[in-house]
């Protein structure tokens, strides 16, 4: 069965500080990768999303990027956070035919 | 831009009693998704249904689509304590650039035991 990790679960993190989140997929593969924020109280909103190593897609300019080094690995970064920043930030994959998407945990990021 | 829009945005309702969640959107779609998430939780897929359906069922959800309205409802039926979560719709609509969903901002369902 497919599984997805992400990490760390919660972060607290100074403005200005660099921001590195991860996400892997076990049990399948080249899976579509996205990253979304949640802010409080609403939806989700798609920041990047990746159809291959490589390959990605960045639905909203910010300071914020995306990189896919490995098949099952997506990883989220900044290097300066900004106040705005804080959120729940969700991994999730799709096969590449399917449409429905699986979501990891979550990671709660504070910035402060 | 909000693609999917849900109403109410907050619901409570007694244990057993059925829940009704409504979902709007703007363009049109390829298919509709509902999800649910728990508080500080990621998102479980509960059902999709494709543009050329009309009604969906699984276990003791309903799916609805009109695509004609451009909405969709979901139905709980016999609602439990176990549903308190928020549900979303979600949008997916090919060639507008993006592979990602578009996601409303939700209802909060309370179930009262």
């Known amino acids: 069965s497919q599984t997805i990790h992400q990490w760390p679960a919660t972060l607290v993190q100074p403005v200005g500080s660099p921001l590195s989140l991860e996400c892997t997929v076990e049990g399948t593969s080249n899976p579509n990768l996205y990253w979304y924020r949640q802010a409080a109280g609403r939806g989700l909103q798609l920041l990047f999303y990746?159809?291959?190593?490589?390959?990605i897609s960045s639905e909203v300019p910010q300071n914020l990027s995306a990189s896919r080094p490995q098949d099952r690995q997506f990883i989220l970064s900044s290097k300066k956070l900004l106040l705005s920043d804080s959120g729940f930030y969700l991994c999730?994959?799709?096969?590449?035919?399917?449409?429905?998407?699986?979501f990891g945990p979550g990671t709660r990021l504070t910035v402060t | 831009s909000q693609q999917g829009e849900e109403d109410p945005q907050a619901l409570s309702i007694q244990e057993g009693e059925n829940a009704t969640m409504n979902c709007s959107y703007k363009t049109s779609i390829n298919n509709l998704q509902w999800y649910r998430q728990n508080s500080g939780r990621g998102l479980v897929h509960l059902i999709l249904i494709r543009s050329n359906e009309r009604e969906k069922h699984s276990g003791r959800l309903r799916v609805t689509l009109d695509t004609s309205k451009k909405s969709s409802s979901l139905l709980i039926t016999a609602s439990r304590a176990a549903d308190t979560a928020s549900y979303f719709c979600?949008?997916?609509?090919?060639?507008?650039?993006?592979?990602?969903?578009?996601f409303g901002k939700g209802t909060h369902l309370i179930i009262q035991p």
């Open positions: 979600a949008t997916f609509y090919s060639g507008g650039g993006a592979d990602g969903l578009t």
């Open positions: 999730a994959w799709s096969a590449p035919w399917g449409r429905e998407q699986y």
């Open positions: 990746s159809v291959g190593i490589g390959q």
